[in-house]
């Protein structure tokens, strides 16, 4: 069956999980640092469901390697590949903070230890780290109401050999916006004496098993619709930048275990997804608003004059 079909025959809602005004995409508009200093240039997604999250940070466009054979690459754009970070985790909400555990990850170590403080007012979601090292200001993306579906990814093989290709993980579709995260088949064995990807791969440049190894690992954001596809806009794998982020057909769900299992054809080859369900949602409106209270919205009306002066949706 479709995704559509799959959607229809078998809604349901997580039993818990963030509130509402947590789901969705949401981009990263800045981190400003205890020093002082702001980075408003890293390309930062943040994707939520009822339970799991799915996040991607990559450098601008311009500084980001072009596709090419793993013994091709030159050590410098190893360096940059090897700094790309893309995961999913579990979400844990408290009613003020907002905790991961769990994550299936590109990096070998946690970039991101501290639980997130979360206010959201109008479409901009600000994100405290508890130490005070960093304040994010993130900004919900627009999209008409629609789907929320939540799928953790349990493990892909293909089905002429029986060999994983890739475990933990998860797909996300959220209205216009969707993210998959495939992790590694098995847990990697550092070689490094710091364990760290990027040592990892300094050391394994030239080597091409052990690099496409280290690599095998992606985490896309894509957009479009439940209808007609999505098609990745940002990946860490670069090859993966402007094809469909995955086929819409080929589902089934298995009431028993509470899973779905997709079988489709990547390169030529047979696989299978088998996912555990988070939340398959028909209708979630992802507004852009939170609303005023009845003395903030005379205030708001009193001072518009000079309040709406210059003001715009900004993203």
Excluded at 301 to 313: I, K, V
Aim: charged share 20%; glycine share 8%.
């Amino acid at each position: 069956m479709t995704l559509q079909e799959l959607l229809e025959r078998y809604p349901q809602r997580a039993s818990s999980g963030v509130p509402d005004w947590m789901l969705g995409y949401f981009r990263r508009r800045a981190i400003s640092f205890a020093n002082g200093q702001t980075d408003t240039t890293t390309t930062v997604c943040w994707i939520q469901s009822r339970t799991f999250t799915i996040d991607l940070r990559l450098p601008i466009a311009q500084a980001q390697p072009p596709h090419r054979e793993w013994v091709d690459y030159l050590p410098a754009e190893l360096e940059v590949l090897a700094n790309y970070e893309g995961w999913a985790a579990d979400s844990e909400w408290t009613g003020e903070t907002l905790s991961w555990h769990g994550e299936s990850s590109l990096q070998l170590h946690n970039r991101w230890p501290e639980p997130a403080l979360l206010q959201r007012v109008g479409n901009c979601m600000i994100e405290f780290a508890p130490s005070g090292a960093y304040v994010e200001d993130w900004r919900l993306q627009p999209s008409p109401p629609g789907p929320l579906i939540g799928l953790r990814l349990i493990e892909e093989r293909d089905l002429d050999t029986g060999v994983r290709r890739h475990r933990g993980g998860g797909l996300i579709i959220c209205g216009d916006h969707a993210a998959l995260v495939l992790g590694r088949a098995d847990d990697l064995i550092p070689h490094s004496a710091s364990g760290l990807l990027c040592d990892e791969v300094a050391e394994a440049a030239g080597d091409a098993e052990r690099l496409a190894h280290l690599f095998n690992f992606e985490t896309s954001v894509a957009s479009g619709s439940i209808t007609t596809g999505y098609r990745v806009e940002h990946s860490t794998c670069p090859a993966r930048v402007g094809q469909i982020l995955c086929p819409l057909d080929g589902f089934e769900y298995l009431p028993d275990s509470h899973q779905v299992v997709q079988q489709l054809t990547i390169e030529g080859s047979r696989c299978e997804r088998r996912f555990a369900v988070d939340t398959i949602e028909a209708a979630i409106s992802f507004k852009q608003t939170t609303g005023f209270s009845e003395d903030a919205a005379a205030w708001y009306d009193h001072e518009s004059p000079t309040l709406t002066r210059y003001t715009e949706p900004h993203y």
